[in-house]
């Protein structure tokens, strides 16, 4: 069964959630131009995911794809939170901001209960994961109305693990990706390897559907991602630049600038591994630090600083997240470019 | 113009030099089969290299390709030759073996004046270099007798350079590659990108032939890198199983083994980074190491080691090169293989 038949879309394109910086716009246009237009939701409170929901289901009467997080909460630590702070108390005496200690930043939410709740009001065809798979009874809920699970795997062994657990479709992550790494069974980013190693292992070590991602960009790129065997694709840097996105002004700035070619992995906005365009933060402290406290604490002590940078124009303390090739990022409605990146057959 | 007609080869695929664990032998299987065979001389002395070629040129009429390194020699730093050899000094001890101090390794030497002497009495077809190009006038007198000049090219800024200093074929060596990486004009390893990412941004500043190196190991494989817009791929790791290659037991061994599927970039067995399968002196020491001298002396203090493991059967000490996926490793002939590489069109 081809991907497109499995997942009821026109074309095998998927559009990568990208949490923070797309809501519902980005997704009705990829899914009217016949792609799979996803909405992330880790970032979203359940009044928000109804809105962005309902807003899609009334667009649109493609399938979609909703994507949550499967992390867990992080125990926090005040120690390591401290040093964070200190380390940063120097930016927030240049911009003149009081450091009060309990600055909240952008939350981000594991798949839980009341997820489920908003969820099964709305019953999305498609529900992807990004960490891993939440419990089975949880799972057992979005399956129980016949959605699709599709989950990232960035090494063979989280693709046994996803296929053995419930999967659908597994997402093979390569290196390349921008955002944040998908990995969950292992910290060690040496066993992070690049699209063109990682696709044709993870196709040949399971049995499911198996979606590129990491470096597709343009239409060539898609044949190759299927001629390498994958069921599909899934991209996320090229459609940064469109108007349905949600990107600001910085990022934008930053997706045309000169040091978007070179990204790197880091750990400072968030505390898990991403791939984003380097700034003046990753410059200073290096893109990965120890001191950044644990996944998704370390964007708290960030918060203040973004926002009096980001109203300078200046994206020295944000997350400008883009993956190895922004060549493919073009200023045109999210649809037309769902369009170009189908292979001329 | 196709590669294959620039190189004058039925087959757009190259063999990649691998020093150490081949010479003509796999050249000249690759070369019958339609491809292009490769001699790595870089760690052959003149004598040696007059061999293999003259071997080469008694078993084929066809093209084939002779690579040799362009890195400037280190100027020896005594300090940390100390300081690496007390970090192997415990090893000596265990295998019972003296540490003189003057122990040689592998030498692995520029391209250079007497090499230059050895290839003009043989006038091949295609040289390709690692580490950039040698000096205008060594570069010159190797076009003058017509030969292809080919380099890898790590990251784009490589390849523009390679492209304005002569190269008529660029490389582009994806993160997934094994052996020593080709970068030449930053040390930064975080510019170092996968394959997907790097291939379409080099063909795209360019106008040379980009020849795609890195994860290729299956028809498949092959097909998605000219989907790519690639002129041709460049294969190493598949190849280590051939009988035709020189791959010692220990590192047979290692890539039949389970430790093969997640490999390491390391500096610890020639100063260079280049990747392979982890082993005992990776696991110990970490992978990348700031005491290693500089390439290519890190190897001296190893050599005694290596052969002492070695002769009992273990690769604790050995460079194990490897790609991102060995999965296209096979035990048959290189021809069969090479035949085996070409898409079904």
Redesign the interface.
């Given at each position: 069964m081809r991907i497109t038949d499995t997942l009821g879309i026109d074309l095998p394109i998927i559009q990568a959630p990208m949490a923070g910086v797309q809501g519902s716009a980005l997704a009705i246009a990829v899914c009217e131009a016949g792609g799979l237009g996803s909405l992330p939701c880790a970032m979203l409170s359940s009044d928000s995911m109804r809105r962005e929901i309902t807003a899609i289901r009334s667009h649109t009467g493609r399938p979609f794809n909703v994507n949550l997080f499967c992390h867990s909460r992080p125990v926090p630590d005040p120690a390591r939170e401290a040093t964070w702070r200190a380390q940063l108390a120097p930016y927030y005496k240049e911009f003149g901001i009081e450091m009060r200690g309990d600055e909240a930043g952008p939350s981000r939410n594991p798949f839980d209960e009341e997820a489920a709740v908003v969820l099964s009001e709305f019953r999305p065809p498609v529900v992807s994961f990004h960490f891993g798979l939440p419990s089975p009874a949880l799972l057992a809920r979005v399956k129980a109305w016949g959605a699709k699970v599709m989950s990232s795997a960035t090494t063979?062994a989280e693709a046994l693990w996803l296929e053995a657990n419930g999967a659908n479709v597994i997402i093979a992550q390569?290196?390349?990706a921008g955002g944040h790494r998908g990995m969950f069974l292992s910290k060690d980013l040496?066993?992070q390897?690049?699209?063109?190693?990682?696709l044709?292992?993870v196709i040949?070590a399971v049995k499911v559907p198996v979606i590129a991602a990491?470096?597709?960009?343009?239409a060539?790129?898609v044949?190759?991602?299927l001629?390498?065997?994958a069921a599909g694709v899934q991209v996320g840097t090229a459609y940064l630049l469109c108007p349905e996105a949600d990107t600001s002004a910085v990022h934008r700035a930053a997706l045309k600038g000169g040091r978007a070619?070179?990204?790197?992995?880091t750990n400072l906005f968030s505390g898990g591994v991403a791939r984003g365009i380097p700034n003046r933060l990753t410059d200073d402290l290096g893109?990965l630090s120890p001191a950044a406290p644990a996944f998704p604490l370390a964007a708290n002590a960030l918060t203040s600083l973004r926002r009096a940078a980001e109203s300078t124009g200046r994206g020295d303390f944000s997350p400008l997240w883009a993956?190895?090739?922004v060549?493919g990022c073009k200023e045109i409605g999210a649809a037309a470019l769902t369009r170009e990146l189908m292979?001329r057959s």
């Open positions: 063979v390569g290196l390349e040496s066993e390897v690049g699209t063109f190693a990682l044709p292992q040949r990491g470096g597709v960009a343009s060539d790129a044949a190759a991602a001629a390498l065997g070619r070179h990204t790197v992995l893109p993956g190895q090739n060549t292979p």
